[in-house]
């Protein structure tokens, strides 16, 4: 390891286990939770499995608000002060959110170079190139080198998301064409994919059951992701902690993946995949 003086920045649907974010100093940027009246820092000021919990028993459906200029600004700041003398900083997809351009308007403020970076995904599409990022910063001072990686990680992955219900999907608003999956939404259970040249979010197919759903979950993914090199893999849940375990149970049966993250969806995208939303998102090695 070397000492280092560029600060990674991301918001806070990276989805990236918080053990992660301290190991590699990685700093979070939060978005918000708007519910009635209230508003929340997404994961600081409300908890993923308290999130859920109310979800299922509010009538009312909560929205969600991208980080703002200033936020992004604070950020800054505060890496400066601590030592930083240049600042990558990585959003979810500027199609899906205005996370990135209020971090490009922050970056002019700066007058150290900020280099913002449309991760063109949310969740761990987002969390897998931070953390590539963050893991080379350790070993490399340059930024290019750093960049490229992450260029080759995006380029590799494959995020599939399994919901129990359309009906989060439909009222979270910015589902690209997913919004072709809406129909009879008492009764499908869509899955669908992240396009990470476009950004957005693209209907795959969709099932009767739950089971069903998880098991096309699992069949397709496997399907387009290159088993046999190496494999960086993450499940994602809507506080289904068991039925996470299972699916990584099932994984393990039959592949080897380098790593192996599991980790609870935070409450601005659960605010779009609901209860029981399941993904799996990982990349190979070139």
Known sequence: MIPNNIAIITDSTCD?????????KIRIVPQYVIWGEEQFKDRFELEPAAFYKRLEEDPRLPTSAHATMMDFAQAYQEAKQSGAEQILVFTVSGAMSGSFQAAQKAAETMDIPVTPIDSRGPTMSLGWQVLTAARLR?????TQEILNAVQSVRKNLVNLVAMDTVKYLQTGGRI???A?????MLQIKPLVKINHVSGKVEPVTVTRTY??????LYKRFFDQIDSAKKLHLAILHG?????AEILKNKILEVFTPVEL?????GPVLGINTGPKAMALVGFTED
């Open 239 to 243: 506080n289904t902690p068991q039925e």
């Open 16 to 24: 990236i286990p918080q053990v992660l974010i301290e190991k590699h």
């Open 211 to 216: 089971n069903s759903l998880i098991n096309t």
């Open 180 to 184: 072709k999956l809406v129909g009879n």
């Open 138 to 142: 350790e070993h490399t001072t340059n």
């Open 176 to 178: 690209g064409d997913a």
């Open 261 to 265: 993250i599991i980790n609870i969806t």
